[in-house]
């Protein structure tokens, strides 16, 4: 008996489509290993038709004022609130990840990002008009950029949906939306519930692979384009998106430190660091994932971890006692193992270190200690389940490795020194860091990092500017 497959669409102008070619790409379940559904696989066509539907569409959003757009977001989340059942399942399917963490943990995050940039989209600013000089009033314009197109993760792909569209429609872009390849069924179900509520071509989903997201970026229509993704990926949009010269919002990788010193309370530490880089299989880029310990306490923190990460569960979505669920897709575990297998031989494996099972891509909470500053396995970022743990002499030296990487996304200091939390979070070359805790993120401040960690923000004010572009205005008094 065969299980007839899901399937998925392309949502453009307002409708339904597959892709103009009939190409599709199946979609594996990350618990199983098993194909559950198709989606479009798009071409030029496909693209062309939605960059075309998008821009039909700006003029009249564009013109819609900021109260209208605010009431159609605060509709969007109650509509998304009202089905919130139907999204869970979906992102599910997507990711394998616990249903009851997706619950609590991402769709009310979601419900108030998406609020939230409903009320900035009444709050734009601006400097005071004014006569900066002799007869002339000089007054400033914030405008939207345009068409958006943007690429969204498999790691989130609900919420970081939202991070993309919500603060491009508040602002009163419109929108083209390509979910990664690996789990496009929610933001199919989001175009659903969407296209119920805004005007057609406002909001366009485009199905596909990186050579889908190619063209997106390629493509002459967007003003914008915005990826969250790896950093070659992002270094990939950064130079297409250059021979145009379209604005470019990137949010890439990261290679969290975090620096506990010597009187952290150790049992506190292990408990919130130990959830912070397990959580969602590791698979976030602000994961607490590279741990830097003092010397003086570095064994019985390691042992601390490592009993930590044996106690944590990993297992199938409907088992609430799990921590988190599989690997994303069979690639993401090949890339795991690989980290692993390659160690050097200083390195030692704590605990884990190995796949979980024999179906799906299931991978043990995994501890390595005895590190190099320059082993691969520090330097690079290994998006899995995967804590590494070195020791420091002092705070220069904690703060000499920490900053020693590419990337610069996040971080975290764990001291009950508040001059030294102060002096760490000051010199920490990092977009965001947390003191005595580690990955909560709130949608009035901002997201986003430096170095190959990318630029632009997400979230907050911050993140919602980056969807506009500003316009001087000046008259003459006579």
């Known amino acids: 008996m065969t299980t007839e497959l899901r399937r998925l669409r392309n949502y453009i102008n307002g409708e339904f489509r597959d892709a103009a070619d009939g ?13 559950y559904a198709t989606s479009p696989l798009s071409g030029q066509a496909d693209v062309d038709a939605a960059m075309e539907a ?21 509709k969007i989340a109650d509509a998304f ?20 963490l997706v619950a609590s943990e991402e769709v009310p995050p979601m419900l108030d990002q998406i609020r939230f940039f409903a009320g900035a989209a009444r709050m734009l600013e601006g400097r005071s008009a004014g006569e900066y000089m002799e007869g002339m009033t000089s007054m400033i314009r914030r405008e939207p950029v345009g068409v958006c197109a943007q690429v969204a993760p498999w790691n989130y792909p609900m919420m970081m949906a939202v991070w993309k ?3 491009a429609l508040a602002a009163g872009n419109t929108v083209v939306l390509k979910p990664s390849d690996t789990t496009p069924a929610s933001t199919v179900l989001m175009a659903e519930i969407i296209g119920q509520i805004v005007p057609k ?3 366009n989903v485009i199905c596909g692979d990186r050579e889908t997201g190619k063209t997106m970026v390629e493509h002459p229509t967007p003003a914008m384009a915005s990826i969250t993704g790896s950093v070659r990926a992002g270094m990939q949009v950064a130079e297409s998106a250059a021979k145009d010269v379209k604005r470019v919002h990137l949010e890439l990788g990261g290679k969290a430190p975090v620096v506990v010193f010597e009187d952290t309370d150790i049992d506190k530490a292990v408990e919130d660091i130990s959830v912070a880089g397990f959580f969602n299989a590791g698979q976030d880029c602000t994961a607490a994932t590279r741990v830097l310990v003092h010397e003086s306490i570095h064994d019985e923190f390691v042992a601390a971890l490592a009993k930590a990460a044996a106690e944590t569960k990993t297992g199938q979505p409907d088992d609430e006692d799990v921590l988190y669920g599989p690997l994303n897709n069979a690639n993401q575990l090949k890339q795991v193992t690989g980290f692993i297998d390659r160690l050097p ?7 884990g270190g190995h796949r979980v099972g024999d179906k799906g891509y299931f991978y043990a909470p995994t501890v390595v200690s005895g590190l190099k500053q320059d082993d691969e396995i520090v330097q690079n970022e290994v998006f899995g389940p995967v804590i590494t743990v070195q020791s420091f002499t002092d705070e ?8 020693d990487i590419e990337y610069a996304l996040a971080s975290s200091v764990w001291t009950k020194d508040h001059a030294r939390a102060m002096r ?3 010199a920490l070359d990092f977009g965001c860091v947390w003191i005595n805790t580690h990955i909560p993120l709130v949608a009035e401040m901002p997201h986003g990092g430096y170095k190959k960690s990318g630029y632009g923000k997400d979230l907050s004010a911050y993140g919602f500017e980056d969807y506009t572009r500003i316009k001087h205005v000046m008259t003459s008094l006579g």
């Open 54 to 74: 998008a821009a039909a569409a700006f003029p009249a959003w564009r013109d819609s004022t900021p109260a209208e757009r605010q009431k159609v977001l605060l």
């Open 424 to 426: 760490m979070s000051k």
């Open 345 to 351: 031989a200083h390195a030692k494996v704590e605990a």
């Open 165 to 167: 569209f919500a603060p």
């Open 396 to 403: 220069a030296q904690a703060l000499s490795y920490a900053n």
């Open 81 to 100: 609130e009202e089905r919130a059942e139907d999204l869970i399942a979906a992102e599910v399917l997507n990711t394998g990840k616990p249903t009851a």
């Open 201 to 203: 071509g406002v909001f």
């Open 23 to 35: 190409r599709t790409i199946d979609v594996v379940n990350p618990v199983d290993g098993e194909v």
